[in-house]
């Protein structure tokens, strides 16, 4: 079905064709018999695919990445693709719009997307409003982030705010400090500044009622002296778990050629190119820590590029630009090759 509406999707700029099939998923589902076709082709569930992590008992190991799904609108929509869990965000305090369009770029001999999207989102309020009201008992997580004009001085506050609004309506947090398109923000993943908003965020949750497990996402451009030392804050600070990776900014062998890369200009790179370099993050803190928990994203365009990441030491998967690239279908395949993976 995906692959007879690709065509017409590729002939619409990103964020159109975004809006367009998020929208065409809400009218099938409303439709006599469309939600039970929905799910005939898209969910696959299995006792054996359950995954327990950090306290929280997954259906299944296959999450949707945050950035699909910014402003918590579509959880009960996307929970009827067989996806275990939806990452909504990233979320600010407040609403903002984000850079200017066009910021969403396919690559497609490559098999990619560059985006510098910037954090569009409602805010987080709104995300509250929408989660209050979401029928699906789907997990969901809350990838949280500062707002562009607030300092990384005073970062720990917009990252608090979030937390505490979202608290009781998500399953677990992931603070976001590596995407490359808000100016300055991959600063806070160095040492001194990370471990201080992570042991104030870890420092709320322990006095909050609403204990949530918390993760960190790191990006796939850190050198190994860096990945140590996130590594020892994850182990000081007992965190629950990191998310293995963000976008890059790494442009080094793609098929793109370079005037087109250069008319596109900056952005976090994801889909196929990233699959490599997040696997070699990935590899390198799973062999120093063999026990915190890892959800790995980066790059999953196939069964096969999943399994790439379980078999590297990955506890769950998530995708996102494999969703654009080969339809929600893709969900189910990669379930399938769990699946049988576990037989």
Do not use: W
């Not at 990838?143 to 609004?165: P, Q, R």
């Not at 040492?191 to 918390?214: F, G, Q, T």
Request: net charge positive; glycine share 8%.
């Amino acid at each position: 079905m995906y692959k007879l509406l690709k065509p017409f999707l590729f002939l619409l700029n990103p964020e159109s064709a975004h809006a367009f099939t998020t929208r065409l998923l809400r009218i099938t589902l409303k439709i006599p018999l469309g939600k039970g076709l929905i799910n005939l082709f898209f969910n696959y569930q299995l006792p054996a695919l359950e995954k327990e992590l950090f306290g929280i008992k997954f259906k299944n190991p296959v999450g949707l990445a945050a950035g699909f799904d910014k402003n918590a609108e579509l959880i009960d929509d996307f929970s009827n693709l067989g996806f275990g869990f939806i990452e909504i965000g990233t979320i600010t305090p407040k609403a903002q719009h984000g850079n200017d369009q066009p910021r969403l770029f396919r690559l497609k001999k490559d098999r990619a997307l560059i985006n510098r999207m910037g954090f569009n989102n409602d805010g987080v309020e709104a995300a509250v409003e929408r989660l209050k009201k979401r029928k699906s008992n789907v997990i969901v997580g809350g990838n949280i982030g500062k707002n562009k004009v607030t300092s990384n001085e005073n970062a720990k506050d917009d990252y608090l705010k979030c937390f505490h609004a979202l608290k009781d309506h998500v399953d677990y947090f992931v603070v976001n400090v590596s995407s490359p398109n808000t100016p300055g923000l991959r600063e806070l993943q160095e040492k001194e500044p990370l471990k201080a908003l992570l042991a104030s965020l870890l420092e709320e949750n322990l006095n909050s009622e609403a204990n949530k497990p918390i993760l960190l996402k790191i990006a796939p451009d850190l050198e190994e002296p860096q990945l140590d030392d996130i590594l020892e804050i994850t182990s000081e600070l007992n965190l629950d778990g990191l998310i293995i990776s963000n976008t890059t900014i790494d442009r080094t062998g793609l098929k793109t050629s370079d005037a087109n890369l250069e008319q596109i200009g900056n952005g976090g790179l994801s889909g196929a190119p990233v699959l490599k370099k997040s696997n070699q993050v990935l590899r390198y803190i799973r062999e120093k820590n063999s026990k915190v928990p890892i959800i790995a994203v980066g790059g999953i365009m196939s069964p096969q590029d999943a399994l790439s990441k379980i078999e590297a030491g990955a506890d769950l998967v998530q995708i996102y630009t494999g969703l654009v690239y080969e339809g929600p279908g893709l969900v189910k395949r990669i379930n399938k090759a769990l699946a049988s993976r576990l037989n």
